[in-house]
C-alpha cells in the first residue's frame, strides 16, 4: 500500500475516533476536550494537504448532482470547522484561558454549539458519502477485496447501529444544538462516558448511512444504465 | 402559605428600603434579619399547627433538615433593576420577586418542615445580567471559575452538627456549582448527613455537582437523583412536585 494512501487511512481513522469524543465534551474533561480539538484542527487540515487534488480538480470537470452535493457538504463542513475552531478559542477555560477573553461569549457559545453539532452531522455524511474509499482502504490494507457475505454482514450491523442512532438522535433532541432551540448543552453525568460515547458513534453511522444513500441514489440516477 | 407570604413581605419591605438609599450592606443585613425572623416565625408557627398533626411531620418538623442554597438573586449589588419579565431567574407571586432557588427552597421547606440558610457572599455580584447576551456578571464568574476561587461568605451556620439532612441548591454557573457553593462546602464537614441537591439551569443540568459533592463530602450520603429543572420551569413547580421527587428517593425511609 502506498505510503499517502496510508498516511490518508490514518489521518481519517483517527477523526473518525476523536469526532464523538469531542461531542461528549464535558464527560470526558473540560481540558481534554480543547487539546483533542486542537488536534482535530490540525488532522483536518492536513486531511486537506492530503487530498490537494480535490482543491486542484475543483474548477474543473463537470459537476453532476452527486458531485455538487458533496461539494456543498465539504464547503459546510470546512465552513463550521472554521468557526467551531474560532469560537472555541474564545470559549477556552484552559489552553487559551491566557487570552482573557471578555466579549463575545455568548456569541461563541452559540457559534461552537450549532457549528460543532452541524460539522457532526455533516462529517458523518460525508462520511458515508465516501463510504467506497473508506472500504478500499480496508482491502489495501488486507490485501484482499470483502467478501459478499462480509458485505451483507456490515450492511446489516450498519443498519442496526443506524436505527439505534435514531432513537439516541430523538432521545437528546440533538436538533435543538443544531437549529439553537436549546442554549446549553445537557449531559447526564450519572451516565459513564463511554456509553454517551457509543451513542454518539451510532449517530455517525446513522448518517453516515444516510449520506451512502443519498449518494448512492444520485450516482444511479446521473448514470441510468450502467 | 402564610410562611411565603411573611418571608415574601419582608423581601418587599427590605428591597424598598434599599430602593431609598441604602447601602448594600445595609440591605444585605435587613435580608438575614429578615430570614432568621422568619425561621423564629416557623418554628412557634410549626408548634402551634403541629399538635394534633401526624407523628411524622412533627418529627421532621424544622429540628433536623437545612435547606441551603445559593442565588443569583439575594448576591447582587442591585444597580441594575431585577426585571420580572425578562429575567428567566425569578419568580413572580402577585407583585413580589423571588429567585428561583429561593422559590424552590421554601417549596422544599413547605414539604419538609426544616431551616432556609441563604448562602451570601461577602462581595457582591455585579447585578448587570442577561441570561442571554455576554456581560459583566458573567464575565465575572467565568474568572472565579478560572481561578478556582473561594469567595467568602457572609452568612453562617451556627449549628451545623444539629442538623441530621441538608439540601443542597444553587443555579448552573459556567457549567459548575457557584464557587461559592464551594466555600459552602469547604466551610463544613457534612460527615454522616444525608445530602440532597437541587438545582436550576438554562438547560445544562447540574452537571457533574453529585460527583464533587460526593468528593467534597467523602463521609457524607449524598443522594444521585438530583432536583434539576430548567429555569423557565421553576414557576410552574408546586409543592407536589417536590413530595413527587422526595417520595422518588425514598425521603425520610
Partial sequence: MKKKSIIKMIVDLIMTILLPLLMIQALAGEELHEWIGIFMFLLFILHHLLNFNWHKNLLKGKYSVVRSLGTVVNAGILLCMILSAISGILLSQYVFAFLNVNQGISFARAAHMICTHWMFVLTSFHLGMHLKIMKGYMEQARGKKLGTVSSRVFAILFAVIGVYGLKVFIDTKLWQYMFYQAQFMFYDFNRMAFGVYLDYVSMMVLFAVIGYFVSDRLKKISMPKK | ?253
Fill in chain 2, 1 to 253: 402559605m402564610k410562611k411565603i407570604k411573611v418571608l415574601v413581605l419582608m423581601l418587599i419591605l427590605v428591597t424598598l428600603l434599599d430602593g431609598c438609599g441604602n447601602t448594600s450592606n445595609e440591605a444585605s443585613e435587613n435580608t438575614q434579619a429578615a430570614t432568621t425572623s422568619s425561621k423564629n416565625e416557623t418554628a412557634s408557627e410549626e408548634a402551634g399547627l403541629n399538635e394534633s398533626e401526624d407523628q411524622n411531620t412533627l418529627e421532621n418538623a424544622g429540628s433536623n433538615v437545612l435547606i441551603a442554597y445559593f442565588s443569583r438573586i439575594g448576591n447582587i449589588d442591585s444597580e441594575h433593576e431585577i426585571d420580572a419579565v425578562s429575567s428567566a431567574s425569578v419568580v413572580t407571586q402577585g407583585e413580589n420577586i423571588l429567585g428561583n432557588m429561593e422559590y424552590m427552597a421554601e417549596l422544599i421547606r413547605d414539604v419538609t418542615g426544616g431551616d432556609i440558610h441563604f448562602i451570601e457572599t461577602s462581595k457582591q455580584y455585579p447585578s448587570e445580567y442577561d441570561s442571554s447576551d455576554n456581560n459583566e456578571l458573567d464575565v465575572y464568574v467565568n474568572k472565579e471559575n478560572r481561578e478556582n476561587a473561594r469567595p467568602e461568605l457572609a452568612t453562617h451556620v451556627e449549628n451545623m452538627d444539629d442538623y441530621d439532612v441538608v439540601f443542597l441548591g444553587f443555579p448552573n454557573w459556567y457549567g459548575d456549582m457557584p464557587m461559592a457553593v464551594y466555600s459552602f462546602l469547604d466551610e463544613y464537614d457534612l460527615s454522616g448527613k444525608k445530602i440532597y441537591l437541587f438545582n436550576s439551569s438554562g438547560g445544562g443540568g447540574p452537571r457533574d455537582a453529585y460527583s464533587k459533592t460526593s468528593g467534597l463530602e467523602p463521609d457524607a450520603e449524598v443522594e444521585k437523583n438530583i432536583f434539576s429543572v430548567s429555569h423557565s420551569q421553576v414557576a410552574q413547580l408546586t409543592d407536589q412536585d417536590m413530595q413527587d421527587w422526595l417520595s422518588e428517593i425514598g425521603y425520610g425511609n
